[in-house]
């Protein structure tokens, strides 16, 4: 028997086609290993979104060819966004890979193996037809077995400036409300209760499909689903969020009271350079659309400091903006020129110690923000998903997070009275003390 080892890199969107391909292998007789040193196939799922993102795709590659001088290593796949986006390069610069699959081809992982083991020469897979019936495909989740992401559409049809995924991605396609519902349905029966939809573009679901498919009308199907007790949104864009998707939101039980919404900027004019669909008037009103909701609704957002052509008053008026909205959560990055996107051909490329400063500034905002928000949550309560139990020093504390802290991204809730709780339990618990990105609390 052979096994396979993996290293997913990149978005969680990566994480779900690492996860069908580990699928496939093992329904064919692999073995998956955590020890790449046992590991016969190592695949590593890369990632291209920026510059960073690139350097440790090709570093990790690297580090993997030395399980084939050392190791039992006797195949290295290179899968996802880089290998799309440099092809010819990858299998030049790296020739001890002996399989590249693209975006759109990880279905194809165990014949592209295969084959590499039946010749012995290096193969290469780029298909550009999307997986038809994900839904009946084997996947094997590397997630804790009480939370999954499910991955409702593919690609994207926004066409901002600095972004390359959908050269890689291509464009926008959703699956079919009846495949995610067969998927969910699944994975809630082997014991999943939290479903994280992503998605290039999460309330973009559906347009594509020209048959009054929407984000709203897969979530009405979702939390029929027994079993099913989170469902979270990530990544929806503001251009497409309706009032209809807002109500429901507010309604269903099952629905977290969390929003994650990547504005990327607030100056009008850095956000027509970006081309974004979006305007400042516009982002205004739908985030106090979403403050005045009841319940209330976390809000998450991310943002882009440098992008060419940003002043330092665009910059300042970026500041004022968190201040005055004050959201929950917020993430940022320094922008990246990726070649090949109208962005990087752009003129008044700011300086990387100008981004660098600016991160840090934002950051610091945030910082600020973000203790205020959870100092102000000492003395509510909450329903806590525990993920492990960790020892402070002073004994075991439960660690997890509330309905509204993502996995990965956000804080977490420690609860100092754990008792005989596990990871995959939900307590009831009351927030005794915040900070910056945690909060601490007894359970009820």
């Known amino acids: 028997m052979k096994k396979i080892g993996f290293i997913s890199l990149g978005c969680s969107k990566n994480l779900v086609d690492t996860e069908m391909m580990i699928g496939l292998m093992e329904k064919a007789g692999y073995e998956m290993t955590e020890d790449l040193n046992e590991a016969n196939v190592i695949i590593i799922n890369t990632c291209t979104f920026i510059d960073a993102a690139k350097d440790e795709s090709v570093q990790t590659l690297l580090q993997a060819t030395e399980y084939k001088k050392n190791g039992k290593c006797e195949k290295l796949v290179a899968a996802g966004c880089l290998s799309q986006q440099f092809q010819e390069g990858l299998a030049r610069e790296i020739p001890e890979l002996d399989v590249l699959l693209g975006t759109e081809s990880w279905s194809k992982i165990l014949d592209a193996v295969n084959e590499s083991y039946r010749t012995g020469k290096q193969v290469n897979c780029f298909d550009s037809a999307p997986c038809e019936h994900e839904e009946l495909i084997p996947r094997q989740l590397v997630t804790p077995k009480y939370t ?24 926008a396609r959703s699956r079919p409300i009846p495949s995610v519902v067969h998927e969910v349905k699944r994975l809630a029966a082997q014991g999943v209760k939290e479903f994280n939809l992503i998605a290039q573009d999460l309330s973009y679901y559906g ?114 903006f968190i201040r005055e909205v004050k959201f929950d959560d917020m993430g940022a990055f320094k922008y990246s020129p990726q070649d090949g996107t109208p962005a990087a051909r752009m003129a008044d490329q700011i300086p990387e110690d100008v981004k660098e400063d600016r991160y840090h500034r934002l950051m610091s905002v945030q910082a600020e923000i973000s203790e205020e928000n959870d100092r102000n949550l000492i003395g509510t309560e909450t329903e806590v998903l525990v993920e492990e139990l960790v020892d402070n020093g002073d004994g075991l504390v439960a660690k997890g997070r509330a309905e509204f802290q993502a996995p990965e991204v956000d804080g977490n809730v420690y609860i100092e009275n754990p008792g005989d709780l596990k990871p995959g339990d939900f307590c009831k618990v009351r927030i005794v003390d915040g900070y910056a990105y945690d909060l601490i609390a007894n359970r009820i």
């Open 148 to 171: 999954a992401y499910v991955k409702i559409a593919e690609g994207c049809n926004n066409g901002c400036t600095f972004c390359y995924i959908p050269y890689v991605r291509g464009k």
């Open 207 to 320: 347009r594509d499909l020209g048959d009054g498919t929407n984000l709203a009308g897969l979530l009405r199907e979702l939390v029929k689903v027994e079993g099913v007790k989170w469902i979270r949104l990530f990544y929806m864009y503001p251009t497409y969020f309706t009032d209809e998707l807002l109500d429901l939101i507010t309604r269903e039980k099952k629905i977290c009271k969390y929003v994650d919404i990547p504005l990327q900027h607030i100056s009008d004019s850095v956000l027509k350079r970006m081309h974004r669909r979006d305007t400042k008037e516009s982002i205004y009103a739908l985030l106090g659309k979403l403050r005045a909701a009841s319940p209330r609704i976390t809000l998450r957002t991310t943002l882009m400091v440098g992008f060419p052509g940003e002043t330092e008053a665009d910059f300042q008026e970026l500041c004022d």
